[in-house]
């Protein structure tokens, strides 16, 4: 196999990494990962949208995003590992999605910079569960900018995804002033009860409607109709949406939802 493998996935062709047990894997299997994750995403995406996408990966949500907004909407999408960032530029550019623009950087609540696990793409890893450090780490790593929401400047603003692998209250707290001025709906991965408790003290003063979605990693109608199971029956991810005053959630959401 290619270190860097070629797949047909729900949104076009991607190179995927070779080594990467769960978000590659999944693609090269089923066409998608997360399904049911990026379908909400999506309904909840309006066309000529203006959207960030933090903790891109190889941009399948970023393409599937592009899509949904299409030329007269943008995608800006941000990634800090290496060997992610060279391929969600390289999707991108394969799927001629020149309204997207990757930005290689992790997001927080100050400007500096962090070290990043530096990966192998051919061995055995997680790459969609890889911390960048603040404080140093073994083994090899690479040093990049830590940037915040609102130093990006945006002039326009209508949802973030947020999936950073434990700095998501951080992303929030350093995009205050970006929500204050635009109101843009919120999909921020959620790891642990203490960082939802966190977000929820940032979002309720500023009025957010808060609801835990859950969904599964696996359906059984993905692209490819593979049956065969590559996680256990309950792996899947937990997101809380946060709806400005004015949003309201559309019926028929897959997963399971909580309001909070």
Not at 180 to 195: S, Y
Request: hydrophobic share 40%.
């Amino acid at each position: 196999m290619p270190v860097f493998p070629r797949v047909e996935t729900r949104f076009g062709p991607m190179f995927t990494l070779q080594g990467d047990t769960v978000i590659g894997r999944s693609l090269r299997l089923y066409g998608e990962f997360a399904g049911d994750e990026v379908d909400t995403i999506l309904t909840l995406t309006r066309p000529e949208d203006h959207v960030l996408d933090l903790g891109a990966n190889i941009g399948f949500h970023s393409l599937a995003l592009a899509r949904r907004v299409g030329q007269a909407g943008r995608v800006t999408a941000v990634e800090p590992q290496r060997y992610c960032f060279q391929l969600l530029c390289a999707n991108v550019t394969l799927n001629q999605l020149p309204w997207v623009h990757c930005l290689r950087a992790a997001v927080g609540d100050a400007a500096g910079t962090c070290r990043v696990p530096l990966n192998d793409p051919a061995h055995r890893h997680n790459a969609g569960a890889t911390r960048v450090s603040l404080d140093g780490e073994d083994g090899a790593t690479d040093t990049v900018p830590l940037i915040t929401v609102d130093s990006l400047a945006l002039r326009r603003c209508d949802l973030i995804k947020v999936d950073t692998e434990g700095f998501e209250d951080r992303v929030i707290a350093g995009g205050l002033g970006t929500l204050q001025q635009f109101r843009p709906v919120l999909c921020i991965e959620v790891h642990d009860r203490e960082k939802l408790h966190r977000l929820q003290g940032l979002l309720s003063p500023l009025g957010y409607g808060l609801t835990l979605h859950h969904t599964r990693f696996f359906r059984p109608g993905n692209p490819q109709r593979e049956g065969a199971q590559i996680f256990t029956p309950t792996a899947g991810g937990s997101a809380l949406i946060a709806l400005p005053p004015g949003r309201t959630l559309p019926d028929g959401l897959p997963g399971e939802l909580r309001p909070l």
